[in-house]
């Protein structure tokens, strides 16, 4: 049995609770959980996680983590402050991986994103397509990527990037994810336009995935699209049939649904209220392009733990024992 300690960073936000999860079930090795606020972790897990107080933000409060000859996985991630975009996606990954790769860790796993990837042109994008990305956030996540690659190429630590389309499932804050489960249920979602397609993946299977790269005695530097997608009507009637309820029908015209979420728009910032159609919402479900993992299932062998459909069934019994839906 594997006894490397494993290094967590952001096990407290909604991927990071998933992961811990998986550790617990399968593993006896130590678990370092880094973290602002030691309260914050369940009491479940008090007795076999080790909890050490830093800031990724701060290189000096990383000095206590043993990282020699220790896994880490870093999901430490700032995904809605601007402000802090850089500081923590990119100068806190440096402070990690500079002391990390010196003391030769036995291989560091970093959760990025497509975003990174931008918008191209193309409808198949796998782990070759050029990367040009295209928000701060989007360049926040490149830059933290470029900074790995170069501590890969001076130390020759294994380094494995993760880039996970939109990732849902029981914990997650996504007022968008939620909304459109909401709509589904009480029967106001309608398609917009044809043969779009769902880039998702449940929480639960980007934690198996970052599993078995742990496990996959990896040498070098690899990069792996996260996405179990399928088509937008698939996955659509897949929630409407979990929730019961009768599946959506006539799709709106693409053209219509953002003419329409156009003029909601001023409306929404001038009364400072939220509608649920927008512009973004609108791009997201007329979205073509699809997110290949097949470069995941080749080399690493990975098959989705849970897969779209229990994924679901989990996240809408969630919701619905949070009193959200």
């Known amino acids: 049995m594997n006894r490397s300690p494993y290094i967590v960073t952001g096990g407290t936000s909604f991927i990071g609770r998933h992961l811990i999860q998986r550790l617990l079930d399968e593993e006896e090795a130590p678990i370092i959980l880094l973290t602002r606020n030691a309260s914050k972790i369940p009491q479940d897990w008090r007795s076999r996680v080790q909890a050490v107080e830093g800031d990724i933000r701060e290189k000096r409060s990383l000095s206590m983590l043993p990282f020699e000859g220790s896994i880490v996985f870093h999901l430490a991630g700032e995904v809605n402050s601007k402000s802090l975009f850089h500081d923590i996606n990119v100068t806190g990954t440096e402070n990690l991986i500079s002391l990390a790769a010196p003391a030769r ?85 309608r398609f917009i336009g044809e043969k779009a397609y769902a880039n998702y993946i449940y929480a639960g299977d980007v934690a198996e995935a970052l599993f078995r790269a742990s496990k996959s005695g990896q040498t070098g530097k690899e990069i792996f699209i996260l996405s179990d997608g399928k088509p937008m009507e698939e996955f659509v009637h897949s929630a409407a049939e979990i929730l019961k309820v009768e599946i959506p029908g006539t799709p709106i015209p693409r053209w219509f649904a953002f003419v329409v979420a156009g003029t909601l728009a001023p409306l929404a ?22 997110f290949s993992m097949e470069k995941l299932r080749r080399e690493l062998e990975f098959k989705p733990r849970f897969g779209i459909v229990e994924g679901l069934k989990r996240t809408l019994r969630w919701y619905e024992k949070e009193g959200l839906l």
């Open 269 to 290: 910032n001038h009364f400072g209220k939220s509608f649920p159609l927008t512009v973004t919402r609108v791009r997201a479900l007329t979205d073509r392009r699809i």
């Open 105 to 189: 860790v036995k291989h560091f796993i970093h959760l990025s994103s497509v975003g990174v990837i931008g918008h191209p042109a193309e409808r198949q994008i796998d782990e070759t397509t050029p990367c040009h990305p295209m928000n701060e956030y989007e360049r926040s996540k490149y830059e933290g990527e470029k900074i790995l690659t170069e501590y890969f190429e001076r130390y020759q630590i294994p380094v494995t990037i993760f880039r996970p389309s939109t990732v849902f499932g029981e914990g997650s804050k996504s007022q968008s994810f939620l909304g459109w489960m909401r709509s589904i249920k009480n029967r106001t979602f």
